[in-house]
């Protein structure tokens, strides 16, 4: 079973979301040490690690690839850090960060394929 924002402690969703939260599933991944990430970010995998980063279009290591959102700030800088991203729903464009090279239309047909629609 997949953990729910809604089930999961006491995370309100945000303006983030541009359909209804309980259809957003979400998933635990790991933010490496090092960096900053705000809500909204666009994350790629990292193929090596399975370490989740904000998706380049220029990266090799797998993350090129946009896979999942994350459903809230995390401050990895002093280590790893677990955090929820999702990985199904419908969000405003708006509030997401994209990484370099990357733009709304580059990432939708790829997100679109994983659940994740862009609005």
Not at 13 to 20: E, M, N, Y
Not at 70 to 84: F, H, I, P, R, T
Request: net charge negative.
């Amino acid at each position: 079973m997949h953990a729910q924002l809604k089930t999961e402690g006491s995370y309100q969703p945000t303006a983030i979301l541009a359909g209804d939260a309980g259809d957003a599933l979400v998933r635990k991944v790991v933010i490496p040490a090092g960096q900053i990430l705000k809500e909204g970010a666009v994350l790629g995998i990292i193929t090596a690690t399975k370490k989740a980063v904000l998706s380049t279009a220029a990266a090799t290591d797998g993350s090129q690839t946009p896979d999942q959102i994350l459903a809230y700030d995390v401050d990895a800088s002093a280590g790893d850090v677990e955090a929820m991203a999702y990985w199904t729903g419908t969000f405003n464009t708006p509030a997401l960060t994209l990484g370099a090279g990357h733009t709304v239309d580059s990432v939708f047909q790829t997100l679109r394929g994983k659940g994740i629609y862009l609005a």
